[in-house]
């Protein structure tokens, strides 16, 4: 009765839109005083604190000033041109350019809100010069940010790793093949509406004028090679991929693009200071979460239940598909994932299911959550940037979403795409 009413403090916290803090910390705080009360609170603080106590959660203050300071230079610009000179030629011609120029700079900066609004500003009026439909140019827009969530480096993978201490080196390789075949299955259904829309190819570039496009933007194509290449190579960790791309970052736009002054850099900072500690806020919460779900045991009630149930490994990845997709209508992808990965994570690996085909199946979940309404937050980013109503952008959406939940089913019961190039490269 009392863990119920709890739930209920944390529905209606939730509904009365109170911030995420509160909605993930009264409720637990609650938790302890009903059913822990003895527990002294300077171990719940040393909980709250000692969640966020972690090297690898370094990465994410990097990578979200690292992809401020690209999204608000030129780097950002360039990889999309690189982009447009390889595919704009192309049946959908910038549609899928901006599949792939969305990959691009998620390559650089693992956040699908900051793709959406830089991708947004540069090729949404040449789509719809293209002769694209303002419901599909929205819709496309929103859904290809996705991929920044998959495309290594990714704040969301990160989180993951953290939680459940798998290698986030492996998960980055995973997300690469994931993120890649969503890209791809944007790209068919990019091909098949440019046919309905009658949408013609645009100039095809000779191969020199794509080598030319490339060489001028070799200073941008540089940070995906040193994060991936520096990665996979082994030679450096994300973490420390994540601090030389911010020297990077501040180096080519300050010095050889000169597109950034001193008072700009201050500003940057500032906002990716803000940015860093509501997602550090939300961690430690989580990390409270995550230690009365431990003494709730409440992962091995979920597998006395589900064994009671007769139930397999199919019904049980139908059940995190379902729940996340649930709470992804609702709530934002950090506290998802703090709310659900903890419980669920042990019931995966007691069905045998690998870590990182798990993390991909959570963090496709959570891509479907951004844009996903009522609450999608790429839905209100695109609408904030691009200043169209937020009905017309969910009119849209819809199409992509079914997409999405196609790659998903693939990616839940083919493990082999998830896995393939993390055994590649780790063995």
Wanted: glycine letters at 10%; one cysteine or more; charged letters at 10%.
């Amino acid at each position: 009765m009392i863990l119920t009413l709890i739930i209920l403090l944390a529905v209606v916290l939730l509904a009365a839109g109170f911030e995420m803090l509160l909605v993930l910390g009264v409720p637990a705080l609650a938790y302890k005083e009903a059913f822990y009360g003895k527990l002294p609170d300077a171990a719940v603080v040393q909980k709250i604190v000692g969640g966020i106590d972690h090297s690898t959660l370094l990465a994410i203050p990097f990578f979200i000033f690292a992809a401020n300071l690209m999204g608000s230079g030129q780097i950002a610009r360039q990889l999309v041109g690189v982009v447009k000179a390889l595919l704009g030629h192309t049946r959908g011609g910038i549609g899928h350019v901006v599949v792939g120029g969305s990959m691009a700079f998620g390559s650089v900066s693992g956040s699908a809100p900051a793709t959406v609004a830089a991708m947004g500003r540069m090729v949404y009026p040449e789509m719809r010069a293209a002769g694209y439909s303002d419901k599909f140019s929205l819709g496309l827009l929103v859904a290809s940010a996705e991929t920044a969530l998959l495309i290594p480096p990714s704040i969301t993978l990160i989180v993951y790793g953290w939680i459940t201490g798998t290698s986030i080196s492996q998960l980055f390789a995973g997300g690469l093949a994931v993120g890649v075949v969503l890209g791809i299955a944007f790209s068919v259904f990019v091909h098949l509406q440019a046919i309905k829309d009658g949408v013609q190819p645009g100039p095809k570039l000779p191969w020199s004028a794509r080598f030319r496009a490339m060489w001028d933007a070799k200073w941008a194509l540089g940070m995906p090679v040193i994060i991936l290449g520096g990665i996979y190579s082994g030679v450096i960790t994300p973490t420390e991929a994540a601090a030389v791309s911010v020297v990077y970052a501040i180096l080519v736009e300050m010095i050889v693009f000169r597109s950034l002054d001193l008072k700009g850099l201050f500003k940057i900072t500032e906002e990716s200071a803000i940015n860093t500690a509501i997602i550090f806020v939300l961690l430690a919460m989580g990390g409270l979460i995550s230690f009365f779900v431990t003494l709730a045991q409440v992962p091995n009630s979920i597998i006395s239940f589900l064994d009671a149930a007769d139930a397999g490994r199919i019904t049980f990845l139908i059940a995190v598909n379902v729940c996340f997709f649930i709470a992804g209508m609702f709530v934002d992808p950090n506290s998802t994932m703090l709310v659900l990965v903890p419980p669920l994570y042990p019931v995966a690996l007691s069905f045998g299911i690998d870590p990182v085909h798990f993390g991909m199946i959570v963090t496709l979940n959570v891509c479907l959550g951004m844009i996903t309404p009522p609450f999608g937050l790429d839905i209100f980013v695109a609408s904030s940037t691009l200043g169209r109503p937020v009905a017309q952008i969910i009119a849209g959406v819809w199409p992509f979403v079914v997409v999405n939940l196609i790659v998903l089913l693939l990616i839940t019961y083919i493990p082999q795409i998830s896995l393939f190039v993390p055994r590649l490269f780790f063995g």
